[in-house]
């Protein structure tokens, strides 16, 4: 039963970046549907589940390879994916008359969900390592963390959706801010626990 709650803390821990990134998603589209909020918690789900997996099975052979890196990997894409955002946003402000106009082109395309999903699921590569360590089983934790972020990820489409109605180019920009800041975040985090 300790291992459930424990997992289920860490599946939530782990889900907060990709409940961001949704959301920020969801501010983007003018007209949110339910195949983009699947799109977005499959994609996001899928990579978190599918990160702690790889990890668990890295273990600690690759261990002191992998997380001197991770956080500027992580920082990397999410500071080019936002910085896209934000650029794309301002340069499209003279179109904030359109209701149908998104500022950063498709939010949902494919390319770009995929490196948010891996951007935002490279610390559960880590937290697999740790898992692997520990004597918790492998398909509860990753059938837990894949199902907990892809309904958070899945309400946080739908929840941006509300948010950006009124802000939608302003919001996106923010939406690019917060990835860049959840990637100075986890930078930060990694070189606290370092020192």
Known sequence: MFAVVSVF??????????????????????????????????IFGG???????????????????????????????LAVIGGKM???????????????????????ETSRLL???IATSIDALAAGISLSIEDISLLLAVLMIGVITFVICFAGVFFG???G???????????GA???LIGIKIVIEHLILNI
Do not use: N
């Not at 983007?28 to 799109?39: G, R, S, W």
């Not at 273990?59 to 992580?74: C, L």
């Open 115 to 117: 490196g948010l999903g």
């Open 161 to 163: 959706k509300r948010l």
């Open 9 to 42: 803390f860490i599946a939530v821990s782990l889900a907060m970046d990709a409940l961001a990134a949704s959301v920020s998603i969801g501010i983007c589209i003018p007209k949110v549907k339910t195949h983009h909020a699947l799109k977005v918690a499959l």
């Open 47 to 77: 990579f978190q589940a599918l990160m702690p997996a790889i990890g668990w099975y890295l273990g600690s052979a690759f261990r002191h390879v992998i997380q001197p890196i991770d956080h500027w990997v992580a920082f990397l894409l």
């Open 178 to 180: 917060v990835l860049i």
């Open 165 to 175: 109605r009124r802000f939608r180019r302003r919001a996106c920009m923010i939406g």
């Open 86 to 108: 934000i650029l794309d946003a301002w340069k499209e402000r003279d179109q904030d008359d359109d209701p149908d106009f998104c500022p950063i082109g498709e939010p949902t």
